[in-house]
């Protein structure tokens, strides 16, 4: 299709594509394809943003924001994940998986029974220290980059709060787990520590992130299938609705006169909605995110979406 002959879209899309990240592709390029397509695909004025980072060596669900919801990225940083992520033991490298230098090495293969009984010691709140190479920033730079150039990397050590892990299968010298983590939870770093639990040392192998936030893997595409929007397939029949985002935040329906004044930035007052965080919708558009205090419902977050009076 010739850019002469695409349609001129008279709303820029919003929503979500919850993209199935391949292994070897990074977050950026992840997104610099997602922007390719789009403009290829006549939606070139379309805001893209990510709302969670992978690792290249990682696959799995990256959620991307369109148009309006890239506002509610932040709040998918925030969101926890669940990865299935496998270790190999006997081998610990510089970079936690199979991309490092090994530096420690071990003949011990810890039996499921002994994998199986430390689980529980990495179950809740637990402290950690985050991979040489990562994003952890020192005193202003990167510590991938320090630790690149051959710098001795100290990184703090921070807590992190494990909501549940399982082991899923196992195999002679690995094992395969499942980790629900807070954000901030470096599973890297997670494998490392569960080894040396266990008298041994490991590293990662797999990793595979199959839910973020509120978005499934059931629900993620290929690149294959991204590719064909820029190729003219109709990016509605992939999109997901700005509000599959915040699934977990009760709606607050508006009419017209309160949706209006939401958009002007203005407060409601004498709501009978319990205090907290709301979608605040007129029918089934989305006005804006309100916290309701005490009656009192303040803007969080505008939405800038057709279906809403100016």
């Known amino acids: 299709m010739t850019d002469d002959k695409k349609p001129a879209l008279q709303h820029p899309?919003?929503?979500?594509?919850?993209?199935?990240?391949?292994?070897?592709?990074?977050?950026?390029q992840a997104v610099g394809a997602v922007k390719r397509n789009l403009r290829e695909g006549g939606y070139s004025k379309t805001k893209v943003g990510h709302g969670g980072t992978l690792d290249p060596l990682a696959e799995g669900v990256l959620p991307i924001a369109l148009g309006e919801a890239t506002k509610l990225a932040g709040r998918m940083l925030d969101a926890s994940k669940i990865y299935d992520f496998?270790?190999?033991?006997?081998?610990?490298?510089?970079?936690?998986?199979?991309?490092?230098?090994?530096?420690?090495?071990?003949?011990?293969?810890?039996?499921r029974e002994a994998i199986e009984a430390v689980l529980s010691d990495f179950t809740g709140p637990i402290d950690q220290v985050p991979p040489a190479y990562s994003a952890v920033?020192?005193?202003?730079?990167?510590?991938?980059?320090?630790?690149?150039?051959?710098?001795?990397?100290?990184?703090?050590?921070r807590q992190v709060t494990i909501h549940a892990l399982d082991l899923l299968t196992f195999g002679e010298g690995e094992a395969t787990l499942r980790a629900h983590v807070s954000k901030g939870t470096y599973i890297r770093s997670l494998a490392r520590d569960i080894a040396h639990a266990l008298g041994s040392c490991g590293h990662v192998t797999y990793l595979r992130r199959i839910k973020a936030g509120p978005f499934l893997e059931e629900q993620a595409i290929s690149l294959d299938k991204l590719n064909e929007i820029g190729k003219g397939a109709p990016l509605q029949d992939l999109?997901?609705?700005?509000?599959?985002?915040?699934?977990?935040?009760?709606?607050?329906?508006?009419?017209?006169?309160?949706?209006q004044a939401v958009?002007?930035?203005?407060?409601?007052?004498?709501?009978?909605?319990?205090?907290?965080?709301?979608?605040?919708?007129?029918?089934?558009?989305?006005?804006?995110?309100?916290?309701?205090?005490?009656?009192?419902?303040?803007?969080v977050r505008g939405f800038n979406l057709p279906g809403v009076a100016e």
């Open 13 to 28: 899309l919003s929503g979500w594509l919850i993209l199935d990240k391949p292994r070897g592709l990074g977050s950026t």
């Open 86 to 111: 496998t270790i190999s033991f006997g081998e610990q490298t510089d970079t936690l998986d199979t991309e490092g230098e090994v530096i420690e090495t071990s003949d011990v293969r810890p039996a």
């Open 137 to 157: 920033k020192i005193d202003g730079k990167r510590a991938y980059d320090r630790a690149r150039a051959g710098e001795t990397v100290e990184i703090k050590t």
């Open 239 to 259: 999109l997901l609705p700005l509000e599959a985002g915040l699934d977990d935040i009760p709606a607050l329906q508006l009419d017209p006169d309160s949706a």
């Open 263 to 299: 958009r002007q930035g203005r407060v409601l007052s004498g709501m009978p909605q319990p205090d907290g965080l709301h979608l605040a919708k007129l029918a089934n558009v989305p006005v804006a995110l309100m916290e309701l205090e005490g009656g009192t419902a303040r803007v």
